[in-house]
C-alpha cells in the first residue's frame, strides 16, 4: 500500500510500502552502525586520554620554582604553574601606594595588598593569570599590554579591569585574580604550589 506525503518544496513523495521500508532500514542500520562505531571510538579512547593525564594527586602536588633576582620594580614574568600561566610582577612604588589609596570596602572582593603578598615581600605580587569570569588570560604582565583602567591587569574578553593589587575593579569578573598558595625559599627564588 502506498501513503503520500507532501514535502517543503510543495513536491509530493510517494514512498511505497514493502521495497521502500527495506530502503529505510538498511538505512537505519548504516547509521546505526556509524554512531555505534563512533560511540566506540570515544569509549576506547577515554581510558586512553585518562591514562595519559597525570594523577590529581600528581598535579596537585606540582610545582613551579622561579628565580625573580633580576626581576625589577616594573617588571613582571609570566610563568606556568600547573598548567595556568601565573603573573609574578615586581610592584613600583607608585603601584603599592595606588593599590595602599584604595578604600578597601569599597571593592567587590575586599582584600589590602598586604593580604594578597607575603610579609616582608609586599613588592611582590603573584596571581594566577586566569580572569576569573570566564577564564581569559589577562593583559598586563607583558611590557607594552594594556593595564586597564586601574593600571593592574585588563581582561579584553569582556573588558574586566583589576588594578595594582590584582583586585576586580570594573567589569563582569566577580573575584580578584587569584593568589596561588606559595613561599620564598630563599630572598630570591619563590617556590609556588
Ligand atoms: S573572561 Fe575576563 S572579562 Fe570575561
Avoid: W
Avoid at 562505531?37 to 602536588?61: N, R, Y
Avoid at 601565573?86 to 593580604?115: K, Y
Amino acid at each position: 500500500m502506498a501513503t503520500t506525503t507532501g514535502n517543503a518544496e510543495g513536491h509530493d513523495a510517494t514512498v511505497d510500502g514493502p521495497e521502500n521500508d527495506g530502503v529505510r532500514r538498511r538505512d537505519f542500520i548504516n547509521i546505526a552502525a556509524v554512531s555505534a562505531a563512533g560511540v566506540g571510538g570515544l569509549l576506547t579512547l577515554l581510558p586512553l586520554i585518562s591514562q595519559m593525564a597525570p594523577s590529581a594527586d600528581v598535579l596537585a602536588e606540582s610545582t613551579t620554582e622561579l628565580d625573580i633576582s633580576t626581576l625589577e620594580a616594573g617588571q613582571s614574568i609570566k610563568a606556568v604553574f600547573r598548567k595556568q600561566p601565573v603573573f609574578v610582577r615586581h610592584l613600583t612604588q607608585r603601584e603599592i601606594d595606588e593599590a595602599n589609596a584604595v578604600n578597601v570596602s569599597s571593592l567587590r572582593d575586599p582584600a589590602t595588598l598586604q593580604e594578597r603578598t607575603l610579609e616582608g615581600h609586599e613588592n611582590i605580587l603573584v596571581v594566577m593569570g586566569v580572569c576569573t569570569h570566564l577564564g581569559c588570560v589577562p593583559l598586563g604582565a607583558a611590557e607594552g599590554e594594556p593595564k586597564g583602567e586601574f593600571d593592574g591587569y585588563f581582561c579584553p574578553c569582556h573588558g574586566s579591569s583589576y588594578d595594582t593589587a590584582a583586585r576586580i575593579r570594573k567589569g563582569p569578573a566577580p573575584l580578584n585574580l587569584e593568589v596561588p598558595p606559595y613561599e620564598f625559599s630563599t630572598d630570591t627564588t619563590i617556590v609556588i604550589g
